[in-house]
């Protein structure tokens, strides 16, 4: 639900979705109720300004129209140190963008998820910051049978 505010969508050759930007523009609801008035243009300028406030999110596919990884915009957190009952004695900011990887078994089915965490150092595998796995299981019928989350 967008709220009255502005959504642009950036669709690659196959017609598959790779980008979906939420402006920070509230055009206001339409006059006479909900939604948009069919044949009736809606005017608005989107400004400079704005487009700094626009949240993106980007999709890629794999060859066969799968999706293959899905990031959102980079934002940061800020981690204090220090005993839990004094001050925090030192701030330090970590900035990284939300990001989920799909692997598919040669059925289609999803069998790894891995959800990255933040940017610091790198996992057990080698893979840049920390993630976090989610592996599915399918019996013969494919049916999923079991999700482990590592």
């Not at 690659?12 to 006479?32: I, K």
């Not at 999709?59 to 800020?78: K, M």
């Not at 970590?94 to 999803?110: L, M, Q």
């Not at 790198?122 to 482990?148: A, I, K, L, Q």
Request: hydrophobic fraction near 30%; include cysteine.
């Amino acid at each position: 639900m967008s709220s009255n505010n502005v959504t642009g969508f950036l669709y690659n050759a196959f017609d598959e979705q790779r980008e979906s930007t939420r402006y920070g523009v509230d055009l206001g609801a339409p006059s006479g109720g909900q939604g948009s008035a069919c044949g009736r243009p809606h005017s608005s300028t989107v400004s400079w300004p704005t487009i700094r406030l626009a949240r993106r999110i980007t999709t890629e596919y794999d060859n066969v129209g799968r999706i293959s990884q899905v990031t959102q915009p980079t934002v940061t957190s800020y981690y204090l140190t220090g005993g839990a009952l004094q001050p925090p004695s030192s701030v330090t900011p970590v900035s990284g963008a939300a990001t989920v990887k799909y692997e598919y078994s040669a059925f289609g089915e999803i069998f790894h998820e891995a959800r990255k965490v933040d940017d610091i150092g790198t996992d057990g595998v080698g893979r840049p910051g920390h993630w976090r796995d989610t592996w599915h299981y399918f019996d013969n019928m494919g049916r999923e049978s079991r999700t482990v989350d590592a």
